[in-house]
């Protein structure tokens, strides 16, 4: 499973190419290297220079949709995520209970100590 911050970044970088296109979107990553020192795969891990500088660089409104856009993505993947684990605790679960059942004799079966 990928870390919080990969996640924000990929998000970010995914909408910015849906909303903005390829070309525009390289373009800010090149003028936010070179004018706040922030590779776009810092994003997730510095998210306040890169959402002040985008707000520098779009106006407030038109960065504030990108980053709303962004986080709804984002949710959209934990929630993803989440389900795949939510699938794999639910085996775990399954399988525990089966082991429990086998282990464990029934009340079915009465054994004395000496059988």
Request: some cysteine.
């Amino acid at each position: 499973m990928k870390g919080f911050d990969n996640l924000l970044t990929e998000s970010i970088d995914l909408t910015l190419r849906r909303v903005l296109g390829e070309s525009a979107s390289e373009l800010i990553y090149s003028l936010m290297k070179r004018h706040v020192a922030l590779k776009r795969e810092e994003i997730g891990e510095k998210i306040e220079v890169f959402s002040a500088y985008l707000e520098k660089l779009l106006g407030s409104e038109r960065a504030c949709i990108l980053e709303v856009a962004s986080l709804t993505r984002l949710c959209l993947v934990l929630r993803r995520e989440y389900q795949e684990v939510e699938k794999h605790f639910s085996l775990l679960d399954e399988l525990y209970e089966v082991k429990f059942r086998l282990l464990v004799p029934s009340g079915k079966e009465e054994r004395t100590v000496w059988d």
